[in-house]
């Protein structure tokens, strides 16, 4: 029998940023979100003892304030003379201390941070479990397959996963959560729905474990079906129609005979290809391994860039955001010895008044003459995309930039040698296309490197200097945060 590790590393950015203040993760009540991006801005973590107060793991900011509000006013009326004599950020004191206000600190988001911890903590994973049986599922998820490795352990899966995370609370502080499966679905949906449910040891490690017919005994009647991995709420409210509210029904829908009104046929009508997946899923069953994971290729690659620009920006200055991007991106593919042959933007944009009618937002893709990496070309057909899609008068709040079909710049240059029949003009032509573009490339791979010694910052167009610009923002920022 197989087993398969989920682990999930608890409130991550939030006991990073308590670790690095020598604070306890399971004791203070702390948030990390940008606060210069008003009280609406999306909480990145939020720690554990925060949560138990009733605050969600990824809420606003305001609505942390309002919970916090909500929380004092009763605690206020169990305070002596209904007053606080102090105030904490810490739930053991609050817990014991019933006249003290509660309290939590608010840290901005540091990306680069977060991103040295995991690294670490997969340094960790190595030494009990080779790469290629780990599967990084996100910055602070991993799965991975422990069949080849219990022999050291008593064949004991539960073992293994105490051994790993033990390591790295010592190592790190950083406790986590783990599922237990023989398959890789149950050991998400383990982690997921019981683990983190499931009594916590002194370090604050929960552990459970599901296989097959666990899974129908403890899960099969569970709500809501949101909690199961890939059921979000679209297929839930679709599902709710069929009058399918849990796993056990969906499992018996797929048993019921053809003759009946709800059955295996009507999923398959409902859901396409999916419905073979949430069949599976009923039941427990999970046909891909690590080994396909690691296999797998997919067939059309894509780099993407998108941002939310901070207010609503005129016509004139997004299209300089758009270039921005372009550039960026182009900047990539060269790095990484890439071409791409299709090019995409998708503009949302802000009403500026209630009674002004506009439409959402625009998008379009333009296919390229032939498969580049260059940044004049890229952004010459990103500038006549732009002006083809965009509404006149209107003010945009989103800017999307997508490079399809990429591909390495190897393969390109075979398909160009490929081609026998070209006659001479057109043949010097080419050459003369092909050292321009020659020129270009050595121009950016010259200031990827400055840009690597010195920061992103070290140069920039002129353009970028502009009061409206992006760019040295988002230099300084890792998928949209502060490094």
């Keep these: 029998m197989n087993y398969y590790l989920a682990i999930d590393l608890k409130s991550f950015y939030a006991s990073v940023e308590c670790v690095e203040r020598h604070l306890d993760p399971l004791d203070i009540n702390l948030v990390v979100a940008d606060t210069s991006r008003s009280s609406k801005t999306i909480c990145l973590a939020v720690t554990p003892a925060l949560k138990s107060f009733g605050i969600g793991g990824r809420p606003r900011l305001f609505m942390v304030e309002e919970q916090v509000a909500k929380m004092n006013q009763q605690r206020q009326k169990l305070a002596p003379n209904h007053r606080f004599a102090n105030h904490s950020v810490s739930l053991k004191e609050l817990t014991k201390n019933s006249y003290l206000k509660l309290d939590y600190i608010v840290v901005p988001p540091r990306m680069q941070l977060y991103i040295d911890y995991s690294a670490r903590i997969y340094q960790i994973y190595l030494k009990y479990v080779a790469p290629e049986d780990i599967h990084v599922y996100s910055i602070d998820e991993v799965f991975m ?22 390591d790295i609370v010592q190592t790190t502080g950083i406790t986590a959560t783990v599922g237990i499966g023989t398959n890789l679905y149950l050991a998400k949906v383990a982690m997921d729905i019981l683990a983190k449910k499931a009594p916590a ?26 909690d199961f991995w890939r059921i979000g709420h679209g297929i839930s409210q679709r599902l709710a129609k069929l009058g399918l509210y849990t796993m056990a029904d969906i499992a018996k829908c797929a048993l019921a005979k053809d003759d009946q009104a709800l059955n295996a046929k009507r999923l398959f009508k409902e859901f396409g290809i999916q419905a073979e997946l949430l069949i599976d899923h009923a039941f427990g069953i999970e046909t891909c391994t690590m080994a396909a994971i690691k ?31 372009v550039d960026k991106l182009s900047a990539q593919l060269v790095k990484e010895q890439l071409v791409t042959t299709h090019l995409s933007l998708s503009l949302r944009y802000q009403a500026m008044g209630e009674k002004i009618q506009m439409p959402k937002g625009s998008k379009g893709t333009i296919a390229l003459p032939c498969a580049t990496q260059s940044s004049q070309q ?66 950016t791979t010259a200031l990827l490197d400055v840009r690597l010694r010195y920061g992103d910052n070290a140069v920039l167009k002129a353009s970028s200097l502009l009061d409206y610009s992006t760019a040295r923002m988002r230099n300084d920022q890792i998928g949209g945060h502060k490094k």
């Design 145 to 166: 397959d422990v069949t080849p490795y219990l022999h050291q352990y008593q064949d004991n899966p539960h073992i293994l996963a105490e051994t790993i995370v033990k």
């Design 201 to 226: 040891d002194e370090h604050g490690v929960r552990i459970a474990f599901l296989d097959e017919e666990r899974y129908q005994q403890q899960l099969w009647h569970h709500q809501p079906l949101t």
């Design 295 to 325: 296999n797998y290729q997919a067939k059309n690659h894509s780099i993407s860039s998108s941002q939310v620009l901070f207010r609503a920006y005129e016509i004139g200055e997004t299209y300089l955001i758009m270039k921005e991007m």
């Design 378 to 443: 890229l952004v010459r057909a990103a500038s006549q995309l732009f002006s083809q899609i965009i509404q006149p008068n209107v003010y945009i709040r989103r800017v999307s930039v997508q490079f399809h079909e990429v591909f390495p710049k190897s393969q390109a240059q075979a398909a160009q040698q490929l081609s026998l029949f070209v006659n001479d003009s057109l043949a010097a032509y080419e050459d003369g296309q092909t050292e321009k573009l020659a020129r270009e490339e050595r121009l």
